[in-house]
């Protein structure tokens, strides 16, 4: 060992290390670029930041307990989830009422079982999540921060069913629009209209 390190070895070895974390740190930022800063994302108006619920101040900073993973959070800092941020000593929503994605589904899709079968469930998600399933099939939308989700979503508005032809072929004509916000009496609205039986 005494050959290895030694007066004259030892500055290689430190400039080796250095060189090997820049690496490492350009390709962590590379793969999970940093978000924004907060203070980007709160134009004060901006609709889709809110209070949060379930979180407490403990020490220097907020207890989220919103989910079993209970984020400690010092200021400035986002929760797992990404959605979640200790701004001020509180608790912010970065995410209320913004839709990434809308969808009209046959209930058999959804993880339930004899659930109104043969209906249809109007399904909605927002930016971020809190696991990191290897498979999950909507990485897209689940594993990035809002700020980089899309500005709107298309929202499917109202459905019409028509009857066709003799032989009774039943078909449905679903009018979308694209929608940045959506209120959850809005959701309601839209689940109504579109003859869906139940919201996920
Ligand atoms: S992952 Fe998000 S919701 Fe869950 S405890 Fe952390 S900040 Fe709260």
Same mark, same amino acid.
């Given at each position: ?22 690496? +490492? %740190? %350009? ?36 207890? +989220? ?11 400035? %800092? ?21 839709? %990434? ?31 990191? +399933? ?15 989700? =899309? ?28 929608? =940045? ?7 309601? =609205? ?5 003859? =869906?039986?139940?919201?996920?």
């Amino acid at each position: 060992m005494r050959k290895f390190f030694n007066k004259e070895t030892l500055p290689g070895f430190i400039a080796a290390g250095m060189a090997a974390l820049s690496v +490492c %740190a %350009a390709a962590l930022i590379a793969f999970y670029p940093p978000p924004v800063t907060f203070a980007r994302l709160i134009p004060v108006n901006n609709p889709w930041v809110r209070d949060g619920m379930f979180a407490d101040p403990v020490g220097s900073g907020v207890q +989220c307990g919103l989910c079993p993973f209970k984020c400690f959070l010092p200021e400035g %800092a986002r929760g797992r989830c990404k959605v979640r941020i200790n701004y001020g000593g509180r608790i912010k929503t970065l995410v209320y009422g913004k839709p %990434a994605s809308v969808h009209l589904d046959p209930i058999e899709k959804k993880p339930v079982y004899h659930m109104l079968p043969g209906s249809l469930v109007y399904s909605l998600a927002s930016p971020g999540c809190n696991l990191r +399933c290897k498979g999950c099939q909507n990485w897209e939308i689940s594993q990035i921060y809002p700020e980089q989700a =899309a500005k709107t979503a298309l929202v499917p508005e109202s459905l019409t069913l028509k009857v066709e032809g003799p032989t009774g072929r039943i078909y449905g004509e679903l009018k979308q629009k694209e929608a =940045a916000t959506l209120e959850p009496r809005e959701i309601v =609205a839209y689940a109504l209209a579109t003859r =869906a039986r139940s919201i996920a």
